[in-house]
């Protein structure tokens, strides 16, 4: 399993990222599951971290813009 960094958000709890799959991992504060986005790039991944807001971030550039997976339980 991923490793998540907790992000300083009202929304999200934690980001992970996988640079050679580039594969996002994000996990909201509201559950324990973990969502996955594929073909994120690594400089979109950094921009999500460094966001003012990281919730609004994900919703405006990765949500609904890269596949993702039904949520897996988080560990």
């Known amino acids: ?3 998540l960094t907790p992000v300083v958000s009202s929304n999200v709890a934690a980001v ?3 640079e050679s799959g580039q594969i996002l991992f994000i996990r909201f504060k509201t559950s324990e599951k973990i969502y ?3 073909g994120v ?4 991944f ?3 971290q460094t966001a003012e ?3 609004s ?3 405006r550039n990765i949500k609904g813009k890269y596949p993702n ?3 897996q339980e988080g560990q």
């Not at 790039?41 to 979109?44: E, L």
């Open 1 to 3: 399993m991923m490793n």
């Open 16 to 18: 992970g990222y996988d």
């Open 36 to 38: 996955e986005h594929y």
């Open 41 to 44: 790039p690594a400089d979109v």
């Open 46 to 48: 950094n921009q999500l």
């Open 53 to 55: 807001s990281v919730g």
């Open 57 to 59: 971030f994900y919703a």
């Open 69 to 71: 997976q039904p949520p």
